[in-house]
């Protein structure tokens, strides 16, 4: 788990993200790569580093400085990240027992009120770790936060029913609508992914006394990261938003461009980076794939 506070980007206002390890999916574009399992993880940044050996040094399983090809024999014991003077040695992730994750989100809790934001649970994918979601934001929930979450959209549905019922807002993602496209570019089916999204439709917060209010569900904006060279036709954003206004008509679409901000995870991590051929749809691209989206009778969000 990791926590970025100060996050302007996935919901209103100031929040702060926790980022929670474990994801079904292997997306190829992916910029949290160290996400991909619920496994510690130390990091190597080479730009940071002075070659001055301090790691090398206190290492106990003898892995040197690049760590490769050694990696494999890291315990993740944080004796280097102690001892590097440069920050070039990092936990990127870290186990994090619950309540000290939510001691660490009351320091902040002017910044939301003040900003009107909240708390977003991200990933990996927060999903995979059904029971710390659901202890998180039912004490979270009842602290009066406002919480919301970022899904890949791959979970079983009725562990999580509870969780994302006390959420304000759920993103969820929807990559590609072509099944084929979905696994070969994901690792998955979209079928799953298809069916939760009609699910969301199904989701009720709880009113004053705890029970589901009949009328009330969470805000629900349905995110496609646009791929160029993988689901940026005007064929897929036309069925994707078609799919959403049929089983969701009163949600929202958000469009947000590739970017390769994560080369630089996929270095720390020694992990081949292999993005060829996708490419940034430049704006008037996504502005013309946002109209084609509102054509379908779903309005666009922005949180970016
Ligand atoms: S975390 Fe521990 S085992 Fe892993 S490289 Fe650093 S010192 Fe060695
Ligand atoms: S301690 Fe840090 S700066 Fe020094 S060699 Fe190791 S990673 Fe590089």
């Known amino acids: 788990m990791q926590l970025q506070p100060f996050s302007v980007n996935d919901g209103e206002g100031i929040r702060t993200n926790i980022f929670m390890a474990g994801c079904p999916l292997r997306c190829r574009w992916c910029s949290n790569p160290e996400g991909f399992t619920q496994k510690e993880v130390i990091g190597w940044y080479r730009r940071r580093c002075i070659g001055c050996g301090a790691c090398a040094a206190v290492c106990p399983e003898g892995i040197g400085i690049e760590m490769d090809p050694d990696r494999s024999r890291c315990t993740a014991c944080g004796a280097c990240v102690k001892a590097c003077p440069e920050k070039a040695r990092v936990r990127m992730v870290t186990l994090m027992d619950a309540d000290d994750v939510i001691r660490e989100i009351h320091r902040h809790r002017l910044f939301y009120s003040y900003s009107g934001g909240g708390v977003t649970f991200s990933g990996g994918e927060a999903t995979s770790q059904p029971e710390m979601l659901d202890y998180l934001s039912r004490e979270l929930y009842d602290m009066g936060y406002s919480l919301a979450i970022e899904s890949c959209g791959y979970f079983d549905f009725e562990p999580v029913r509870s969780s994302l019922e006390r959420m304000d807002l759920i993103f969820m993602d929807l990559k590609h609508m072509d099944t084929g496209a979905h696994m070969e570019y994901t690792g998955v089916s979209n079928e799953k992914i298809l069916e939760n ?25 349905i995110r496609i990261p646009v791929i160029g060279g993988v689901n940026n036709s005007e064929e897929n954003i036309r069925a994707s938003a078609a799919y959403v206004h049929s089983v969701l008509p009163g949600a929202k679409m958000e469009l947000l461009p590739y970017h390769r901000l994560g080369a630089i995870k996929y270095e720390a991590l020694g992990m081949p980076f292999d993005q060829e051929g996708f490419y940034t749809p430049d704006a008037a691209e996504m502005e013309r794939l946002r109209s084609i989206v509102r054509e379908q009778g779903v309005g666009t969000a922005d949180y970016r």
């Open 197 to 221: 999204i009609r699910n969301l439709g199904t989701l009720r917060r709880p009113d004053a006394s705890g029970e589901p209010d009949r009328d009330e569900g969470p805000e629900i904006v």
